[in-house]
Every structure is written in structure tokens, then in C-alpha cells.
């Protein structure tokens, strides 16, 4: 398989931090995003930002900007679609996704991504966590490998009103890949303000 193309998830509405941008907020002398868009370059081909609204606030990144095809903020499968339409305009036969507002995620999330999704014929697959104390294996949904050749798929459940990322990909024999929580959880993410507090912490080791 060829290298994914990368799409960065950022068309939410970042109500519980009070709206706005929080991918722009300061981490540790550089935006949330921006560490986001350092990790993954490395580990995929060309990058878009999937955003609303006016596409000047990210100039800085350097990135194309792709809004959601589908009107409403539906959710994270409405940028998925996008950044598939995006690739396969690209030439591109798949996609990884990461959030805007998780700056710590593994840095070996492509490979391991497509080592899992490797010999199927739409390669699928979601990252996924562990609680410590449950047990539970946690997907998570912004974080996955997805194919082109389903775009039209997505585009028509999207259209059916189907919302929630697990009951699609569960539909298409998704692959699950379970990455180690160590001693913070790899995909931490920004909420909230005491949540960037946190991850100023963590980025100052």
C-alpha cells in the first residue's frame, strides 16, 4: 500500500471550551494544531485541515482547507468524507485522520494503522485504548485509516442520517489496532481549560 494522505480533524465546535479554535490555543510556544500537523507530517504523504468557516485563520499552517460537504457539523465521519474527497481528487487510495486538539499521539499511528489494515481489500481500521482499570478496549473515532474506494459509501449513510463512526466502519469489518496507554493516555485530547493546563504540563515533560 501506498503512503495514507493526512487529514487533520478540526470541524468541531469546541463548545465545551467555550467555541472558537481550540486547535490555535497556545501549547508550549507553538498552537495545539501545530504540534498535531509536526507529528503527523512524518508519517504520511501530502496534508489537508478539515475546518469550517474562513479558512484564513490556519494560513499559517501552510495546509489546504477542506469543509464539511455535509451542512449541519454532523460529526467526525462529515470530515472524513471531505479529506476522501480531497485524496481521491489527489490520486490518493487512502486516508489517516487525527484530531486538532490531540497533540500527543503515537508517532507510529500510520504504520501500525496500515500493518493492521494490510491484506484487506478497503483497508479499514480504527486506534483504540485500554482502561487501566476496566479493561475496556476504548476506538478511538477521529484517529483511523480509511479508505477511498468507500467515500461514496460514507457519503450516502452521511446522507441517510447515520452519525456515529463505529456503527459504519463495524459495517465494513473495521480493523482494531491497540496502542499502549503508558503513563498518559497517547490520545489525550484538549476539551476543556483544565485539559490545557494538563497538556502544558505534559509538553514540558
Do not use: Y
Amino acid at each position: 500500500m501506498t503512503d495514507p494522505f493526512g487529514v487533520i480533524l478540526a470541524g468541531g465546535l469546541s463548545s465545551r471550551m467555550g467555541g472558537g479554535d481550540k486547535g490555535l490555543l497556545d501549547l508550549d510556544g507553538r498552537s495545539i494544531l501545530g504540534h498535531v500537523v509536526d507529528r503527523l507530517a512524518p508519517q504520511c504523504g501530502a496534508m489537508a485541515l478539515n475546518a469550517n468557516g474562513d479558512p484564513a485563520r490556519f494560513a499559517d499552517l501552510g495546509l489546504p482547507v477542506l469543509a464539511d460537504s455535509i451542512d449541519g457539523f454532523v460529526g467526525p465521519l462529515a470530515g472524513v468524507l471531505a479529506g476522501l474527497d480531497w485524496a481521491a481528487g489527489e490520486g490518493a487510495e487512502m486516508i489517516v485522520t487525527a484530531a486538532a486538539d490531540t497533540p500527543f499521539f503515537p508517532e507510529t499511528l500510520v504504520a501500525d494503522l496500515m500493518q493492521a489494515a494490510d491484506g484487506m481489500a478497503a483497508p479499514l481500521a480504527l486506534a483504540a485504548t485500554r482502561d487501566p482499570e476496566s479493561g475496556k478496549l476504548w476506538r478511538q473515532p477521529t484517529f483511523g485509516l480509511w479508505p477511498v474506494a468507500l467515500r461514496d459509501d460514507l457519503r450516502a449513510a452521511l446522507e441517510g442520517g447515520l452519525r456515529k463512526v463505529v456503527i459504519w466502519t463495524d459495517q465494513h469489518g473495521a480493523r482494531t489496532v491497540e496502542f499502549p496507554m503508558g503513563q498518559v493516555d497517547p490520545f489525550f485530547n484538549v476539551n476543556t481549560p483544565e485539559d490545557l493546563d494538563t497538556a502544558r504540563q505534559l509538553a514540558q515533560g
